[in-house]
């Protein structure tokens, strides 16, 4: 007998039951909903046999893990059904990803639209006939030899490739196979909702060397109207899209002259420097000096970070007299050595310095997305020196500056405590003291967080804060890295109150993370009506004839001189088609002036919503204007 630990008390069950079995006992809607389990807390498939004392949680669609189950299930529905249409099509892999799941297809039949929707057709039958899945494993040269008898090559080549002693696991519903390590839904009859969103091109293992395959994209859901709120929440995430607005608004431009490298236009710039003053400002509330690093410094320093030996494949090189270089892929070393330059105290301690540093990483031209995935960004970083015993106060002041920073642009956040890589360095000791540190930090702050086990940098544990914008989409944004070992690697000290040398620990923290990923993040979430005070043109001044123009750049003149950025629409144009390219423009307001307003010293007051907030003195506009952009305010 095995004890077994549920949410509410222990029960004692038969050695080798799963959690289903587990989750049939408890009730048989517990059974019908559930998509994967954890043991112990480690994710697993409902189908594991339990031979010792443990604890068990029923993971249903609710839970991200068993979402991943869900859609990982849909996704060998749709191979299914590929196999069933078009049998000589190849099948490579297809696994659950943040929001659905793809296939790779090696297929000679270009999977159109009409294909997709041949597809959906045969996978509504499959859910149907709700097939019962099964997981059964073979040995290693009986596994290869099965996919050479089902000529799938794809396969074969993954299985080659396994470490020796791996168990090789299979799932099968009705005639289709797959090779896959699961977890899976017991049936297909379990998915009720799911839509094929779209298919492109996708190298084999991402390589550009190898051959293109066909990836067909999906999204699935336990419920009809989910996945209808799902789509709907698509279609808007389209009209919000950074690249179109980006366009429309002349803020930036993506030119085939520099692929992955973003123009900013004259609006753009105004919105990135808005951010950035401000960005200035509160990081000097919060008691940062400010440093510029080398955009290019020599192999020896890359060598000495480790960034040659490890990070080579993603940095640009040069060679300047018979020397090697390297265009910085990040700030971290530069840093290192400012604070080398000249000799420390623990008085000095902790040390925050902060840099906008232009980086540059090589990606590859598949992977570029707007300004999403560059190949040359802006990040926002700091380098805070301290002693052990600050480690915890200085992760709290970071993380009240994340609050303030993100609350001006109206965004929540996750927190994600991320603990020690299988290839990390330095004492493992030392790596549970800071991880510690981190956790007690975000808990006494009231501060909620999930553990993202073993996905810290190899040189230290870290917080990841992912941001929700106003559709619910997640971006990880803010990140507070702990570092022990670059102050190592560069034999950073600091004379302590002993008056003995000591070596300061690291933190590494972003906020906006990339400056230009954010403003794509913040240009989708406010759908471009960016809030007064960072809109590139705040107000917009339309007089309703040229009879009025002179008063219309009077009133235009008194706003510039109050610090509002402001335009006057003298064109020869109808007040009407003024005021929709204004709405178009998404500027906040507009103001049209008159004869009656000239003669009161006064303009009638719009905003971009197409709401007539009526008649205002000049002054009373500029009070008003001010307030709300002193203030920050969110429309």
């Not at 009409?114 to 045969?122: F, P, T």
């Not at 500056?401 to 609350?407: H, M, N, P, T, W």
Request: aromatic share 10%; with cysteine.
């Amino acid at each position: 007998m095995v004890k077994i630990k549920l949410r509410d008390d222990v029960r004692e069950y038969e050695n080798g039951i799963t959690p289903y079995q587990i989750a049939e006992s408890i009730s048989a809607g517990l059974a019908r909903v559930a998509c994967a389990a954890k043991i112990d807390g480690k994710g697993c498939d409902l189908r594991t046999p339990i031979e010792n004392d443990c604890a068990v949680e029923i993971l249903t669609f609710d839970d991200p893990y068993g979402k991943k189950a869900f859609w990982h299930t849909t996704s060998h529905v749709l191979a299914q059904a590929v196999k069933r249409l078009y049998p000589e099509v190849k099948l490579t892999i297809g696994p659950a990803i943040e929001e659905g799941f793809y296939y790779d297809f090696d297929s000679d039949q270009p999977f159109t639209p009409d294909v997709l929707e041949k597809l959906e057709a045969e996978m509504k039958k499959i859910v149907k006939e709700n097939e019962k899945i099964e997981r059964f494993t073979l040995p290693r040269e009986e596994a290869i030899a099965f996919m050479k008898e089902r000529n799938e090559p794809y396969k074969v080549e993954l299985i080659e490739d396994l470490p020796e002693g791996e168990v090789i696991s299979f799932y099968r519903q009705g005639e289709f196979v797959d090779l896959c390590a699961g977890p899976h839904l017991m049936a297909t009859g379990t998915i009720k909702a799911f839509k094929l969103t779209q298919c492109n091109s996708a190298y084999w293992r991402g390589d550009a060397k190898n051959k293109t395959l066909q990836r067909v994209y999906g999204i699935s859901y336990t419920k009809k109207d989910e996945l209808e709120a799902y789509l709907t929440r698509i279609e808007e995430a389209k009209k919000r899209d950074h690249r179109k607005l980006g366009k429309e608004l002349g803020l930036f431009a993506l030119l085939d002259e520099g692929p992955g490298f973003p123009f900013f236009l004259p609006k753009g710039m105004v919105l990135r420097n808005t951010l950035l003053e401000y960005w200035r400002e509160v990081h000097k509330r919060y008691g940062y000096v400010e440093i510029s690093t080398p955009m290019i410094l020599n192999r020896t320093l890359w060598e000495r970070s480790g960034h040659w030996d490890h990070y080579k494949e993603n940095m640009y090189t040069t060679v300047i007299d018979d020397t090697d270089f390297a265009i910085k892929p990040m700030n971290c070393p530069g840093g290192m050595l400012v604070y080398k330059l000249e000799p420390h105290s623990y008085r000095d301690l902790p040390l925050r310095v902060a840099e906008l540093g232009l980086v540059h990483r090589h990606e590859l031209s598949g992977a570029l997305h707007g300004l999403f995935r560059v190949r040359c960004f802006t990040q926002d970083d700091a380098h805070i020196f301290m002693t052990w015993d600050q480690m915890k106060d200085e992760i709290k002041n970071v993380v009240r500056l994340f609050d303030e920073v993100y609350s001006v642009f109206g965004l929540t956040y996750q927190i994600e405590v991320s603990t020690m890589p299988e290839d990390h360095i330095g004492d493992v000791k030392d790596w549970d003291f800071a991880t510690e540190t981190l956790e007690a930090a975000v808990k006494e702050m009231g501060k909620d967080y999930v553990i993202n086990e073993g996905d810290g940098a190899f040189y230290g544990p870290k917080l990841d804060f992912h941001l929700a914008d106003s559709l619910g989409r997640t971006w990880q944004c803010g990140t507070i890295q702990l570092d022990m070992q670059l102050p190592e690697r560069f034999e950073l000290e600091y004379t302590g109150a002993d008056n003995e040398k000591h070596r300061p620990v690291m933190i590494h923290r972003v906020v906006l993370g990339s400056v230009e990923r954010f403003i794509g993040v913040i240009t989708e979430h406010f759908a471009g009506a960016f809030p007064l005070w960072l809109s590139p043109v705040q107000v917009s001044v339309i007089p309703i004839s040229n009879a009025f123009n002179d008063y219309a750049q009077e009133v235009r003149d008194r706003l510039d001189a109050a610090g509002i950025r402001v335009e006057a629409d003298l064109r020869n144009e109808t007040m009407k088609l003024k005021i929709r390219e204004a709405q178009l423009q998404k500027t906040p307001y507009m103001l049209v002036v008159g004869e009656r307003e000239q003669n009161e010293n006064a303009a009638s007051v719009r905003n971009r919503k197409g709401e007539n907030l009526g008649a205002m003195s000049v002054d009373e506009v500029i009070a008003k204007l001010r307030r709300e952009i002193d203030d920050k305010v969110i429309d």
